[in-house]
């Protein structure tokens, strides 16, 4: 039974690991994965800072509440995303409904693309903001590495996430291309490998 790559001549195989991490939206979720966590991390570690007479401390970002907000929030679900999506992805082999398939990679284009949206958002508010922050409230200049580096994977995610819904777009073109294959060759072998 050497069926296609997205029938049910594919589906219930054993999960292969290391097929599985060698795949490239594999590799783009990892990293999209461990960006997340660094702007997440960044920020909460280091991304609020006090003057000496001050005993509250406010974000690195202009003290501005919402960009250090905005920042944890858009990281911290995008790590639970990329958990979802790479969970997903290991059960994509398991799927064998050709339509089944073609909805989770449908949500695999929308949730990409609107992550990288909203990583280039961020990335435009915390680099406005961190631009507009005075010298005056931080004197000795604590968190700016914490802040440049929750810029700059802000910058990197929005590529990784990019490429993640064009890599989507290129399997949903494949199940397309063997829907409509199955639909004119109903009892014919699968073309894809």
Same mark, same amino acid.
């Given at each position: 039974?050497?069926?296609?790559?997205?029938? #049910?001549?594919?589906?219930?195989?054993?999960?292969?690991?290391?097929?599985?991490?060698?795949?490239?939206?594999?590799?783009?979720? &990892?990293?999209?994965?461990?960006?997340?966590?660094?702007?997440?991390?960044?920020?909460?570690?280091?991304?609020?800072?006090?003057?000496?007479?001050?005993?509250?401390?406010?974000?690195?970002?202009?003290?501005?509440?919402?960009?250090?907000?905005?920042?944890?929030?858009?990281?911290?679900?995008?790590?639970?995303?990329?958990? &979802?999506?790479?969970?997903?992805?290991?059960?994509?082999?398991?799927?064998?409904?050709?339509?089944?398939?073609?909805?989770?990679?449908?949500?695999?284009?929308?949730?990409?693309?609107?992550?990288?949206?909203?990583?280039?958002?961020?990335?435009?508010? &915390?680099?406005?903001?961190?631009? #507009?922050?005075?010298?005056?409230?931080?004197?000795?200049?604590?968190?700016?590495?914490?802040?440049? #580096? #929750?810029?700059?994977?802000?910058?990197?995610?929005?590529?990784?996430?990019?490429?993640?819904?064009?890599?989507?777009?290129?399997? &949903?073109?494949?199940?397309?291309?063997?829907?409509?294959?199955?639909?004119?060759?109903?009892?014919?072998?699968?073309?894809?490998?």
């Amino acid at each position: 039974m050497d069926g296609g790559a997205f029938g #049910a001549g594919k589906a219930g195989g054993a999960f292969d690991p290391n097929a599985f991490i060698r795949q490239p939206h594999t590799l783009l979720r &990892l990293v999209s994965w461990v960006f997340s966590i660094v702007v997440f991390g960044s920020i909460v570690n280091e991304g609020y800072v006090n003057r000496m007479e001050e005993t509250e401390e406010h974000c690195i970002f202009n003290r501005n509440h919402n960009a250090c907000n905005y920042g944890i929030t858009v990281g911290v679900l995008a790590f639970l995303s990329c958990l &979802l999506y790479l969970a997903l992805d290991a059960y994509f082999p398991q799927i064998s409904s050709v339509k089944d398939r073609k909805k989770a990679v449908l949500s695999d284009i929308g949730v990409s693309a609107f992550w990288a949206f909203l990583w280039f958002v961020g990335f435009c508010f &915390l680099t406005n903001q961190w631009q #507009a922050s005075k010298q005056e409230d931080n004197p000795m200049n604590e968190g700016g590495d914490a802040a440049r #580096a #929750a810029i700059t994977f802000s910058f990197f995610s929005i590529f990784t996430w990019g490429a993640l819904t064009f890599l989507a777009f290129r399997r &949903l073109r494949d199940i397309t291309f063997q829907e409509e294959y199955n639909t004119l060759f109903p009892n014919s072998p699968s073309l894809l490998p």
